[in-house]
């Protein structure tokens, strides 16, 4: 008799405990970044991660994705409230640029790998 509502609930918490633990999650920011500097999301080795994001900003800003072992891919423009979804690969970063001289707020939702470090540079 005993043994059945410990073994629920041990289920129960071995349930829960799992999804704690999840190695891809999402995350939700608004990033600010300053004028003619950068945010790179996920310069470290990860898998692969996708960012919806949207410029809630007065200027454009541009997005890079940039291999951690060198290089760079085409840009991606993103003008004032519009939104776009990068999909990066693994070991890949992305760079938000702000070329304004104004300061400028994007808002991110990252899925998949969030294991990403977070950075700015100018």
Known sequence: MIMKPFALFFATVLVFSACTYLPFTALTSTTTIKANDAFILGNNE????????????NSEITVWRVPISGGQHTPLQVRTNQKSEVKVDRNTALRIENPS????SVELRVTGDTDLSMGYKN
Do not use: A, P
């Open 46 to 57: 990860h898998g692969k991660y996708s960012v919806r994001l949207k410029n809630i900003s």
């Open 101 to 104: 001289l104004l300061e400028v």
